[in-house]
């Protein structure tokens, strides 16, 4: 377990720093080779994100999500797009994201090790705020088995229709993680300076 920031190497990036975005009907799949990117698709700070009948990460291959929301996103809204799993997880939430909603979306691809689809309120190596205001919305895999939501630290977290099995006991191991990491990380910290 690293305690120091490490920088993910993205295949698109959108940190729109207030500015809106808006993708619509686009493919956005990692190229090859896919073992190179960590993140088909991040969100960084980003602002009033919509996208749109989106492909993302269909095609899988590459070493962790298909969507990583992160650093204070917020007001993005997804809806009708297909996005498939990485290495880790085909959805990640965290790092104080906030009114996120992902409506009408399907799941695609392989779990990762950790058998969890969307996860939310990970550990941020770039803040402890709490991730809030979710929302999943009709979100189904395309196999038809049950959408796995792990939650960590986030509050308000509304599933509202689909498939979807919250891991409960993944859920309360993952509130342990990152409580501990983040005090583990603070005496790292205080330690090197």
């Given at each position: 377990?690293?305690?120091?920031?490490?920088?993910?190497?993205?295949?698109?990036?959108?940190?729109?720093?207030g500015?809106?975005?808006?993708?619509?009907?686009?493919?956005?799949?990692?190229?090859?080779?896919?073992?190179?990117?960590?993140?088909?698709?991040?969100?960084?700070?980003?602002?009033?994100?919509?996208?749109i009948?989106?492909?993302?990460?269909?095609?899988?291959?590459?070493?962790?999500?298909?969507?990583?929301?992160?650093?204070?996103?917020?007001?993005?809204?997804?809806?009708?797009?297909?996005?498939?799993?990485?290495?880790?997880?085909?959805i990640?939430?965290?790092?104080?994201?906030?009114?996120?909603?992902?409506?009408?979306?399907?799941?695609?691809?392989?779990?990762?090790?950790?058998?969890?689809?969307?996860?939310?309120?990970?550990?941020?190596?770039?803040?402890?705020?709490?991730?809030?205001?979710?929302?999943?919305?009709?979100?189904?895999?395309?196999?038809?088995?049950?959408?796995?939501?792990?939650?960590?630290?986030?509050?308000?977290?509304?599933?509202?229709?689909?498939?979807?099995?919250?891991?409960?006991?993944?859920?309360?191991?993952?509130?342990?993680?990152?409580?501990?990491?983040?005090?583990?990380?603070?005496?790292?910290?205080?330690?090197?300076?």
């Open positions: 377990m690293s305690l120091l920031k490490q920088t993910d190497k993205n295949y698109h990036s959108i940190a729109s720093n500015a809106p975005v808006h993708l619509e009907f686009q493919k956005i799949e990692t190229t090859k080779p896919k073992a190179q990117w960590d993140d088909c698709l991040k969100l960084s700070n980003a602002h009033g994100v919509t996208v009948g989106c492909e993302i990460n269909t095609e899988g291959g590459n070493q962790e999500d298909g969507l990583d929301i992160s650093r204070f996103t917020r007001g993005c809204y997804f809806t009708a797009s297909t996005i498939g799993s990485g290495g880790k997880y085909a990640t939430i965290k790092g104080g994201s906030y009114n996120i909603t992902i409506s009408d979306c399907i799941i695609t691809g392989d779990r990762g090790w950790e058998g969890v689809d969307i996860d939310i309120g990970n550990f941020s190596d770039f803040n402890y705020a709490n991730t809030h205001s979710i929302t999943l919305e009709n979100v189904i895999r395309r196999d038809l088995r049950p959408v796995t939501v792990r939650i960590g630290h986030a509050t308000d977290v509304d599933i509202i229709g689909g498939n979807v099995k919250v891991l409960v006991v993944q859920s309360l191991l993952l509130k342990a993680y990152v409580w501990s990491k983040f005090h583990l990380q603070r005496i790292f910290n205080k330690k090197r300076k």
